[in-house]
């Protein structure tokens, strides 16, 4: 419901979790992967910019390193004032 707003919980606390959504790849490739790689850089970017007492917590972060898929599977953190 209510797919136009971003809601960064909207799938907290539901089990089983939803599958994950990817750009897919070959012949069904996304078009707008290259946007969506562009929007959560400046995403990423402005949240480091407005929240520097962003810290790792845990055990840091656990890497994906697939045929398809490199990158961050999970990146626990804190936020302190």
């Known amino acids: 419901t209510d797919p136009e707003r971003l809601g960064i919980t909207r799938f907290a606390g539901r089990a089983p979790a939803p599958r994950h959504l ?4 070959g ?5 707008g ?3 969506g790689r562009l929007e959560t850089q400046l995403a990423v970017d402005t949240l480091l910019r407005r929240a520097p007492g962003l810290s ?3 055990d840091g972060p656990v890497w994906r390193d697939t045929v398809a898929i490199h ?3 999970t990146l626990p953190v804190r936020l302190r004032n």
């Open 22 to 25: 990817s750009f897919s790849e």
């Open 27 to 31: 012949l069904h490739f996304c078009l």
């Open 33 to 35: 992967s290259h946007l």
């Open 56 to 58: 790792l917590t845990g």
């Open 71 to 73: 990158g961050l599977d």
